[in-house]
C-alpha cells in the first residue's frame, strides 16, 4: 500500500472511532490499559539490532575485499599469461639474436682478424660472468634459500607455541646479512656506475647514428640518385626534365616528412614525464600485443603499480598522446616507405623512358642511314635502267624483224595444215557413216534375240505361276490342319489339367486332418511334463521297441519291383557287369510309374 493509502486508511480510523480515544485520556496514565515502558529492554534491544547490523556490515566489508581479492588474482592470472608469453618472445628473439651472431662471426673470422677478436672478447666476458655468479650470485641464492628454511621453521614452531631453543641465533643470521650487504655494496655500486656510463655511451652512438640517419634520409629525399644522373640519354633536354621532376617530387615528400618530424618534436616537447618513467611506460606497453582484449584495462593496472606517483588521469592522457605519437611515427614510415617505391617507380620509368628515348634516337638515326642509302642505290637503279631501256628497243628491233619472218613461216605452215585437216576429216566421215552401218546392223540382230528371249521367259513365268498358286493351296491346307491338331493338342491339356486337379482334390481328403475336437487334451499334461513329475516311470522298458515308426517300402513291395528280379536273375547268372545288362536294366520300367515332378533328371545331361 501506498503512502496516499495509509493517510487515507489513518484518517478513516480516526474520523469513525473519535469517541472511543477520549475514554483513555480522561482517565489519566493510571488507568489498566497502559503499562509503564520498559527502556532497558527497548536498549537491549537496539543494541541487539546494532550488533546485527554491524555483522552485516562486517560481511559486507568482508565480499567487497574477497570480490577485489579475486580480481586482484584475475588481473595478476592475466598479467603472468602477457608476461609469460613476452618472456617466451623474447627469449626466442634472444636466441635467434645470438645464432645469427655467432654464425656471422664463424663466417667473417677466416676473413678478418677484428672479428675473431671479437670472439675472444665474448669467451673472456663470459668466463668473467660465470665467475661473477659462481662467487657473488650463487651464495646470495643459497643465502636466501636459509632463511626461507629458517623462516618455515620459526612459523612452525610459533604454530605450535613451543618454548624450545631454535637452531640457528637470528643474531648471528642478521650479522651474516648485514655483512654480505656490506660486502655487495661496493660490488652493486661499480655495476651501476658502469651500467650508467654504458649507458650513457649507447645514448651517445643512438645520437650519432640518429644524426648519420638524418643525414643520409636527407640526402636520400634531396638527392639526385647517381643511377639517374649516369643515364645514357641522347636527348639533354629530356634527363634535364627527368632529374627536375625527380627534385620536385623529392621536395614535396621531403615537405610532408618535415611536417610529421614537426609533429613529432611537438609531441615529445609537451610531455613533462622524465626518461625513467617514460622508459617504464614504453616497456609496459610494448609488453602487451595490440590484439589482446581489456588491453588498456591491464596496461593502466601495471602502470599504477610502477608508476604510484602518477595518477589514473595522468596515464590515460599519457597513453592518448603515445597512441597520437606511435600513429604519427607509422605514417612517417608509411611515407619513408611510400616515397623509396615511388623512388623505385620513377627511377624505372625514368629508365624506361630514357631506353625508348635512345631507340627512337638509334630509329632515326638508322632511317637516315637508310634514306641516304635508298637515294644512292635509286641513283645508280636509274642509269641502269636507261641503259636497260637503250638494250631493249635495240632488242625490241631485232625481235620484230625475227618476229616477221617467224610469222610468215607459220602462216604457210597453217595453211598446209589446213588443207591437210580438210583430206583428213573427209576420211574420217567415211569412217564414221560405215561404222554407224554395222553399228545399226548389230543393233537389229540383237533387238530380234531380245524379243525372241523375252517370249521364253513369258511361257516359263505363266507355268510358274500356274505352279504357285497350287502350292499356296497346299500350304493353307496344312496350316488348317496344324490348327486343328493345336486345337485338339489344347483341349487333351485342358482335360489333363481337370484330371489332375480331381486326382489333387481326391489325395487332398485322403490326407485331410481328421481329429476331433478335445478341449480337455488341450489342458491335459504332456508326456514330458509327465516324466518331470515322475508319472508312469515305473513301466516296464521295451528294448525292443522302435524309437519312432517308419512309413516306406516293406519287403514284399521291394520284391515285386521288377527291376530288382531281373538285376537278382542276371547276378544268378553272373551276367550282371556285362553291356547286355547295362543296356537292359535303364531300360526296365518300374511297377508304378513316378510323378513328373518327382522325376530326377541329374544322369539326364
Same mark, same amino acid.
Given at each position: ?160 607455541? !613451543? ?87 623529392? !621536395?614535396?615528400?621531403? !615537405?610532408?616528412?618535415?611536417?610529421? =618530424? ?27 600485443? !595490440? ?7 591491464? @596496461? ?8 604510484? &606517483? ?7 592522457? &599519457? ?58 642505290? @635509286? ?19 631485232? =625481235? ?47 533387238? /530380234? ?20 498358286? /497350287? ?46 475336437? =478335445? ?87
Amino acid at each position: 500500500m501506498s503512502e496516499p493509502d495509509h493517510e487515507a486508511f489513518f484518517n478513516t480510523h480516526r474520523n469513525s472511532n473519535v469517541e472511543n480515544l477520549v475514554i483513555p485520556i480522561r482517565d489519566g496514565f493510571f488507568s489498566s490499559k497502559y503499562k509503564p515502558v520498559d527502556y532497558k529492554h527497548l536498549h537491549e534491544l537496539a543494541a541487539v539490532e546494532k550488533m546485527a547490523s554491524e555483522k552485516i556490515q562486517l560481511k559486507i566489508k568482508k565480499t567487497e575485499q574477497f570480490s577485489k581479492h579475486n580480481k586482484e588474482q584475475m588481473l595478476l592470472k592475466q598479467h603472468r599469461q602477457v608476461w609469460w608469453q613476452e618472456h617466451k618472445r623474447l627469449s626466442e628473439n634472444r636466441q635467434k639474436a645470438e645464432a645469427e651472431i655467432k654464425a656471422f662471426l664463424d663466417e667473417e673470422s677466416h676473413k678478418h682478424k677484428f672479428f675473431v677478436d671479437m670472439k675472444d672478447l665474448e669467451h673472456k666476458l663470459s668466463e668473467e660472468r660465470d665467475t661473477y655468479q659462481t662467487n657473488t650470485i650463487a651464495p646470495i641464492w643459497q643465502l636466501q634459500e636459509n632463511l626461507k628454511l629458517w623462516l618455515n621453521e620459526m612459523q612452525c614452531y610459533l604454530s605450535e607455541e !613451543s618454548c624450545l631453543k631454535f637452531k640457528i641465533n637470528p643474531v648471528e643470521m642478521l650479522q651474516q646479512i648485514k655483512s654480505v650487504k656490506k660486502q655487495q655494496k661496493p660490488i652493486l655500486e661499480f655495476l651501476i656506475l658502469e651500467s650508467l656510463a654504458l649507458e650513457r655511451e649507447m645514448e651517445d652512438y643512438k645520437t650519432e647514428a640518429l644524426a648519420h640517419s638524418f643525414e643520409e634520409k636527407n640526402g636520400l629525399f634531396l638527392e639526385v640518385p647517381s643511377a639517374l644522373l649516369s643515364l645514357e640519354c641522347p636527348y639533354p633536354d629530356l634527363k634535364t626534365f627527368l632529374i627536375s621532376e625527380c627534385r620536385k617530387l623529392a !621536395s614535396g615528400y621531403w !615537405s610532408k616528412l618535415q611536417e610529421i =618530424d614537426q609533429q613529432l618534436e611537438v609531441l615529445c616537447s609537451n610531455t613533462e614525464w622524465n626518461e625513467e618513467d617514460q622508459w617504464i611506460f614504453q616497456a609496459v606497453i610494448n609488453q602487451y600485443p !595490440s590484439d589482446l582484449q581489456k588491453k588498456t584495462k591491464l @596496461c593502466l593496472d601495471v602502470l599504477q603499480r610502477y608508476l604510484p &606517483h602518477k595518477s589514473r588521469h595522468d596515464l590515460v592522457v &599519457h597513453k592518448k598522446a603515445w597512441d597520437h605519437y606511435h600513429f604519427i611515427r607509422s605514417r612517417r614510415r608509411a611515407l619513408i616507405l611510400d616515397w623509396a617505391q615511388t623512388r623505385k617507380a620513377f627511377l624505372l620509368k625514368a629508365v624506361t623512358t630514357a631506353a625508348e628515348a635512345s631507340a627512337a634516337h638509334e630509329m632515326e638515326v638508322v632511317l637516315a642511314n637508310t634514306r641516304r642509302k635508298q637515294l644512292e642505290i @635509286c641513283a645508280d637503279l636509274k642509269a641502269k635502267v636507261l641503259q636497260w631501256k637503250a638494250q631493249q628497243e635495240e632488242a625490241a628491233k631485232l =625481235d620484230a624483224a625475227i618476229a616477221a619472218r617467224r610469222k610468215e613461216e607459220k602462216d604457210e605452215k597453217e595453211r598446209i595444215q589446213k588443207e591437210q585437216e580438210i583430206i583428213r576429216r573427209a576420211q574420217e566421215k567415211e569412217k564414221v557413216k560405215k561404222y554407224w552401218a554395222e553399228k545399226q546392223l548389230k543393233w537389229q540382230k540383237q533387238e /530380234e534375240k531380245n524379243l525372241q528371249h523375252l517370249e521364253e521367259l513369258r511361257k516359263l513365268m505363266s507355268k510358274q505361276a500356274v505352279k504357285d498358286r /497350287e502350292r499356296v493351296k497346299f500350304r493353307q491346307a496344312l496350316l488348317e490342319k496344324r490348327l486343328l491338331e493345336k486345337k485338339e493338342l489344347a483341349l487333351q491339356a485342358a482335360h489333363k489339367e481337370e484330371e489332375k486337379k480331381k486326382c489333387l482334390e481326391l489325395l487332398q481328403q485322403q490326407v485331410a486332418v481328421v481329429a476331433k475336437l =478335445d478341449p480337455a487334451r488341450v489342458v491335459a499334461d504332456t508326456v514330458a511334463s509327465k516324466a518331470r513329475m515322475g508319472i508312469r516311470t515305473k513301466e516296464e522298458f521295451d528294448i525292443q521297441k522302435p524309437l519312432f515308426q517308419l512309413h516306406t517300402y516293406n519287403e514284399q513291395q521291394i520284391i515285386s519291383d521288377p527291376r530288382l528280379r531281373v538285376e537278382l536273375a542276371l547276378r544268378e547268372a553272373g551276367l550282371h557287369k556285362t553291356l547286355y545288362a547295362k543296356e537292359i536294366l535303364p531300360k526296365i520300367p518300374p511297377l508304378k510309374l513316378p510323378r513328373r515332378d518327382m522325376e530326377s533328371t541329374a544322369f539326364k545331361m
